[in-house]
Nanobody
Framework: QLQLVESGGGLVQAGGSLRLSCTASGRSLSNYAMGWFRQYPGKEREFVSAVTWNGHITYADSVKGRFTISRDNTKNMVYLQMNSLNADDTAVYYC??????????????????????WGQGTLVTVSS
């Protein structure tokens, strides 16, 4: 069974950096779009960034210029480099993968409910 597993979350001071990683076991994700969402307590999941299988990238406006998404299909991995973190970035971050929706569609309202695969989430806490 295909599973996504995130790692790299933790506690960081404002202005600092973290790198999240997501890997898949069970199958190659080379033909999937992959990306990240985050969720605040009591809120719906919010799009962060996504990358298609062939490298087309989309970012939420709130993270543009600070976060960088990348993927390594040879390792079945997707990464999220997060720089200049602030308290508003504190959330649980989820990795997702999907074969239907391209990265530019992932920011549409409620689209996350249709994405095929999810990880269990990793907590990022930014202290001010």
């Amino acid at each position: 069974q295909l599973q996504l597993v995130e790692s790299g979350g933790g506690l960081v001071q404002a202005g600092g950096s973290l790198r999240l990683s997501c890997t898949a076991s069970g199958r190659s994700l080379s033909n999937y779009a992959m990306g990240w969402f985050r969720q605040y307590p009591g809120k719906e999941r919010e799009f962060v960034s996504a990358v298609t299988w062939n490298g087309h990238i989309t970012y939420a406006d709130s993270v543009k210029g600070r976060f960088t998404i990348s993927r390594d299909n040879t390792k079945n991995m997707v990464y999220l480099q997060m720089n200049s973190l602030n308290a508003d970035d504190t959330a649980v971050y989820y990795c997702a993968a999907d074969r239907t929706y391209g990265s530019s569609m992932w920011s549409r309202s409620q689209i996350y409910k249709n994405l095929e695969l999810w990880g269990q989430g990793t907590l990022v806490t930014v202290s001010s």
